[in-house]
């Protein structure tokens, strides 16, 4: 499958200058367009559940190559697993559960064991990976532009670009351990449990908290910041990096704050932020870490007018810093702790993101941006409304090539709705709700009719109401 991100792009004239801000708008949507919409159904039709996966592995980011040992187990015993891994790997050994390799179309990313009746498995492998290791259009390789602006070079193992075997991506237990020669630094989502430094060679030792799958980036970066908020944030960064210029200490406390506030507590100690100078501004969220691209070419130009970046982008709202900020955190709860069943339904954690992005600015900003914010919103999801629903999911990017119509189905028009309900029922018994999903669905992937479900709070009309929202083509005036 070709490349497809979920970002959108946001333009503006500044002066004479025209500058492109990217907004990568969640991980946690991307794994749907990269192979993992198969279920874990095995050959002969059962379901096998990945119950947990501990991984030993050594990578070196400067090659791209990985040499790891996998050790899979399973909720129950099965004589054949289909596993998704990176086609650059080679399979070394298959030291238990297995004797067999039938079926190995790597071009898929996907290949078929098996052996004994089983409910685990160990597996060695190594190789490298296929290039590009980096989440969406974010370039991992230093590019030097037209204003000669100096780009941080990440490498990224990212869950979606199937580094550890697995059957399907869905929340279980990762335990990973991965050696790296300590020229570089090494980021992972969940916690950090240990480091060990020798020479040459550090080792890091991550859980992934029973998120949905596990990501690494790898740079060299250094801890820049801390932040004594809501949830301690370590910020990480080119060393002289003054993130302050971008996105302010008091903005990240201000957001996470709210959220905690309105969603509850997150499952992790503490969150990392890391930024990478780019030339656009974007980001991407896995559990417990975000990417923040800076475009740094804006620092030249506008750092001291303070203007606010705006541009007639669907989902730039008040600021695209703050914008892609507040849409990644939110992250953290959408996606981080409770995500899609199918990608299809990626309306769920990209709707719930953009309208916790508008609740978090009506509180910061009032209630009169926060209507020009809706209404703006409103218009533009309007002009697409007849081309698809918000249950098409990422198909929209397949069959229409316009990014535009997937953010206003996919991010705009959920966000509505929501904004909508909270019209209704009020905002504070819809943030009620969305509480009582994020604990009795946590670490679980929910479906349409049960996310709308929990959201109607029983009432059958309301349901029926919220359904044809997403699942039917149209702008609804109201709830
Ligand atoms: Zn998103």
Same mark, same amino acid.
């Given at each position: ?8 792009w ?8 025209s ?11 991307m794994?749907?367009f ?11 039709g059962?379901k096998s559940r990945?119950?947990?996966l ?13 040499s ?12 054949e697993?289909?596993?998704? +891994?990176?086609? #650059?790997?080679?399979l ?5 559960? $297995?004797v067999?390799? %039938?079926? &190995? ?6 290949f078929l064991l098996?052996?004994q ?9 190594n ?10 259009p974010?370039a991992?390789?230093?590019i030097v ?8 070079r990440?490498?990224?193992l ?8 697995h059957?399907d ?7 990973l351990?991965i ?14 449990r240990?480091?060990r430094l020798?020479p040459?060679?550090s ?8 998120a949905?799958?596990?990501s +690494?980036v790898? #740079?060299r ?7 004594? $908020?809501?949830?301690? %944030?370590? &910020? ?6 003054n993130y ?11 957001i ?14 503490e ?5 990478r ?5 974007a ?14 070419s804006?620092?030249?130009f506008?750092i001291h ?5 705006r ?10 810093k ?6 990644e ?26 309208y ?7 509180a910061?900003?009032?209630?009169k941006?926060?209507?020009?914010i809706?209404d703006?919103?409103r218009?533009q999801v309007?002009d697409?409304a ?10 929209l990017?397949l ?11 996919v ?9 909508a309900?909270?019209?209704k029922i ?15 669905r ?6 349409t ?7 109607s709070g ?22």
């Amino acid at each position: 499958m070709g490349k497809i991100y979920c970002c959108h792009w946001l333009r503006r004239l500044f002066s004479r200058v025209s500058i492109s801000f990217s907004v990568v708008l969640g991980l946690f949507a991307m794994s749907a367009f990269l192979g993992f919409a198969a279920d874990p159904t095995q050959a002969d039709g059962t379901k096998s559940r990945q119950n947990s996966l501990t991984w030993v592995g050594y990578y070196d980011p400067a090659l791209n190559y990985l040499s790891a040992k996998a050790l899979l187990r399973f909720e129950s015993p099965m004589i054949e697993r289909r596993l998704w +891994l990176d086609e #650059g790997l080679r399979l070394n050994a298959i030291n238990s559960g $297995a004797v067999a390799v %039938v079926d &190995l179309n790597r071009n898929s990313g996907q290949f078929l064991l098996q052996g004994q009746n089983t409910d685990e498995l160990e597996i060695s492998y190594n190789g490298r990976l296929a290039p590009a290791s980096d989440p969406g259009p974010m370039a991992s390789e230093t590019i030097v532009g037209r204003t000669e602006i100096q780009l941080d070079r990440f490498r990224f193992l990212s869950c979606i670009k199937n580094f550890y075997p697995h059957t399907d991506m869905d929340f279980g237990n990762i335990l990973l351990n991965i050696s790296v020669s300590n020229e570089w630094n090494c980021l992972g989502s969940g916690i950090l449990r240990s480091v060990r430094l020798q020479p040459g060679l550090s080792t890091y030792v991550f859980d992934n908290a029973g998120a949905k799958g596990m990501s +690494l980036v790898f #740079g060299r970066f250094s801890q820049i910041g801390l932040i004594d $908020a809501v949830i301690p %944030v370590r &910020l990480h960064g080119w060393p002289l990096f003054n993130y302050n210029w971008y996105f302010p200490k008091a903005d990240i406390a201000r957001i996470l704050t709210f959220y905690h506030e309105r969603f509850g507590p997150l499952d992790v100690p503490e969150l990392n932020i890391l930024f990478r100078r780019g030339r656009h501004f974007a980001g991407v969220s896995y559990c417990g870490l975000i990417v923040l691209d800076v475009d740094a070419s804006w620092t030249s130009f506008s750092i001291h007018t303070r203007k606010n970046i705006r541009s007639d982008s669907l989902l730039a709202m008040f600021d695209a810093k703050i914008d892609v900020l507040s849409h990644e955190i939110a992250h953290q709860w959408w996606g981080g702790l409770i995500s899609w069943k199918t990608p299809v339904e990626n309306w769920i954690t990209e709707g719930l993101a953009t309208y916790s992005s508008l609740i978090s600015l009506r509180a910061w900003r009032g209630e009169k941006e926060y209507q020009r914010i809706i209404d703006r919103l409103r218009r533009q999801v309007k002009d697409y409304a007849d081309l698809g629903a918000p249950v098409d999911g990422f198909q929209l990017l397949l069959s229409d090539r316009n990014p535009k119509v997937y953010q206003a189905l996919v991010y705009g028009k959920p966000a509505l709705m929501l904004a909508a309900l909270a019209d209704k029922i009020g905002e504070m018994e819809l943030c009620r709700r969305l509480q009582i999903i994020l604990n009795d669905r946590r670490k679980n992937s929910v479906g349409t009719e049960d996310f709308l479900r929990c959201l109607s709070g029983g009432d059958e009309q309301l349901q029926t109401l919220l359904k044809k929202w997403i699942y039917d083509r149209g702008l609804p005036k109201q709830l």
